[in-house]
């Protein structure tokens, strides 16, 4: 009888442990994206901005990384419309930019493509780049809001954990945003804009593409740890064992 009690209570707290994390509710997105603007503190990169955000205290850090021969490592900004600023390298960033403008309220992340001698290109307006996000912890899900994709084929993602993926959006509407949502993630490689591929004229100091931005990018809900679920079983073991010497003890 004595087995048959722990054994059953061994499984009631099993049970329990699943489904206190199985009635968790999910947590509301938390955004990625700082709500200041300057650069963004990249691991591969110095800055060259008197204001630098450092990630890793919002559980992250980001890689710069080389999509095009053509172009150097781009940098990647935290921006927002209705300001003015001027940055490293002559990166300049109107209060309204020539092409897309999303919503003033919003922060948003914008690459700025370098050339291999180390210029900017367009004044730091052409938004292309590749970067790696490399988070503290596995999340069930990443969202991700791409604005202005105008090209087909080359805004979206390439890598989750490690793994190739071909996760590529299609041509929308001007200044239109479109979303991709991933599913248990500690890292991504994300890919915005199109450098543009015409650079049969060697004078040329760029070639025009398609610049995005991201104007949303969330996580949700941390995927548990293996030895939380088993620490709650074994909490709710203990406690029914405790309970059972107890009762025992009364009756002695």
């Given at each position: 009888m004595q087995k048959f009690n722990l054994v059953a209570a061994t499984i009631l707290g099993t049970s329990l442990s699943i489904g206190l994390a199985a009635a968790m509710p999910a947590a509301h997105a938390v955004s990625l994206i700082p709500q200041q603007e300057g650069e963004i503190g990249l691991t591969n990169l110095t800055s060259v901005s008197s204001?630098?955000?450092?990630?890793?205290s919002m559980g992250f850090n980001v890689t710069s990384l080389q999509f095009d021969s053509k172009l150097g490592l781009s940098r990647l900004f935290v921006d927002k419309n209705g300001t003015e600023n001027t940055w490293g390298l002559g990166i300049k960033f109107g209060a309204t930019d020539l092409g897309t403008n999303p919503n003033s309220s919003q922060y948003w992340y914008r690459p700025v493509a370098i050339g291999t001698d180390n210029k900017v290109l367009e004044g730091g307006q052409l938004e292309v780049g590749r970067f790696l996000f490399n988070l503290d912890k596995t999340y069930e899900?990443?969202?991700?809001?791409f604005v202005d994709v105008e090209d087909n084929?080359?805004?979206?993602?390439?890598e989750v954990n490690g793994q190739?993926?071909?996760?590529?959006?299609n041509a929308g509407p001007?200044?239109?945003?479109?979303?991709?949502?991933?599913?248990?993630?500690?890292?991504?490689v994300v890919q915005m804009g199109n450098s543009g591929k015409n650079y049969s004229n060697p004078n040329a100091r760029f070639a025009t593409g398609d610049g995005v931005r991201l104007s949303g990018l969330g996580v949700t809900k941390a995927v548990p740890e293996p030895t939380t679920t088993l620490g709650l079983g074994a909490m709710a073991v203990a406690g029914l064992l405790g309970l059972r010497r107890k009762k025992a003890s009364q009756v002695g």
């Open positions: 204001t630098t955000i450092d990630t890793t899900e990443v969202s991700l809001d084929g080359f805004s979206g993602i390439l190739s993926v071909s996760n590529l959006l001007n200044d239109g945003t479109q979303s991709l949502t991933l599913k248990n993630v500690k890292s991504f």
